[in-house]
């Protein structure tokens, strides 16, 4: 990489932010179009994001992704943001415009991705969606815009779930959500085209532990599509277990790469190489 006294600013914000793959992942897109851009990892407390604004626009930071906790915390700090941002209420993209900061949620286009390769009637598909956190947001909104008309939501908190529903009563969601407690988990397997687990079960260094017991493993149908937002391992135990009965299966990579692919194009205004955003994320 070759920093000039030309070469524009983006990053990411977060905390912590160590972890972070979108610096290796849009740096290898930066230098595969050799263009004259870095992507920088900046560690942000919440009191201080409205200064970090104010700094970012001072140095004419293009844009940057914004990650856990400041995915809402930052809304209030843009001019614009787009109805996807606004279905989910959680902003992972923003860029400076003359107007201000505009802000984006990508993690749906990323979601989707890999879905769309796949040829399935998707208003047919009821999709269950393990866990109502952030990312279960997306996942939602994201399944509203392939079409399914219903989507279904197990937590372990059903104060929580139901919270989590009345949440997107402002959306104009063009779907049904209905939340389930945990232990209904075995019934609703058997009828499950798409699964999707959105809790961190068996992310690493737990990599031993599933959000589904060997029991229920056994229920799931045969070329049903098991997706795990998890993206280390590759794959998640879950989805071991679900390829041994045939599913297809989806790790949380290509949803990285995807949602980082978006706002690569809206920053650079280049298509983004998707190939070497791949390579870059597991070098
Ligand atoms: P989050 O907001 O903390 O939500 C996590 C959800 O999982 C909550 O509903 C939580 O339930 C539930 N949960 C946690 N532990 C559980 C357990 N032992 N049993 C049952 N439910 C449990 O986190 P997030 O931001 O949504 O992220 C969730 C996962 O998605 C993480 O693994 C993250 O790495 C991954 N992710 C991947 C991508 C990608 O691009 N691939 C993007 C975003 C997130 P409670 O509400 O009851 O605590």
Redesign the pocket.
């Known amino acids: 990489m070759h920093i000039k006294g030309t070469t524009k600013l983006l990053g990411i914000i977060g905390n912590p932010i160590e972890h972070s793959k979108s610096p290796l992942m849009q740096n290898a897109a930066i230098e595969g179009l050799k263009l004259d851009y870095i992507y920088v990892p900046f560690e942000v407390e919440k009191d201080d994001l409205e200064a970090v604004f104010n700094g970012f626009k001072a140095v004419n930071l293009k844009g940057f992704n914004v990650t856990?906790p400041h995915k809402e915390n930052v809304i209030p700090l843009l001019t614009k943001i787009t109805d996807t941002a606004k279905k989910i209420g959680a902003v992972n993209t923003v860029w400076l415009t003359d107007e201000g900061w505009h802000g984006t949620n990508t993690?749906i286009d990323?979601?989707i991705a890999p879905l769309k390769e796949l040829n399935r009637d998707w208003c047919k598909i009821i999709p269950l969606v393990?866990?109502?956190?952030?990312?279960?947001?997306?996942v939602i909104v994201g399944c509203e815009q392939l079409g399914c008309q219903e989507i279904r939501v197990i937590?372990?908190?059903i104060q929580?779930l139901e919270a989590?529903k009345n949440s997107f009563a402002d959306s104009n969601l063009n779907c049904q959500i209905s939340v389930y407690s945990?232990d209904k988990l075995t019934n609703l397997i058997p009828d499950s085209e798409l699964i999707v687990?959105?809790?961190?079960?068996g992310?690493y260094p737990n990599i031993d532990n599933s959000?589904l017991k060997k029991e229920q493993n056994e229920l799931i149908k045969q070329n049903a599509i098991a997706y795990d937002?998890?993206?280390t391992p590759r794959p998640t135990l879950f989805l071991q277990q679900a390829q041994k009965r045939g599913a297809i299966i989806i790790?949380?990579?290509?949803?990285?790469v995807q949602?980082g692919a978006v706002g690569f194009e809206i920053w650079t205004g280049k298509k983004a190489p998707i190939e070497i955003m791949r390579q870059g994320l597991f070098q």
């Not at 393990?130 to 997306?138: K, P, Q, V």
């Not at 687990?197 to 079960?201: C, D, K």
């Open positions: 856990i993690d990323g979601f393990l866990g109502a956190g952030g990312a279960s947001r997306a937590g372990r908190n929580k989590f945990w687990n959105t809790t961190p079960i992310m959000p937002l998890i993206y790790d949380g990579s290509e949803m990285l949602q």
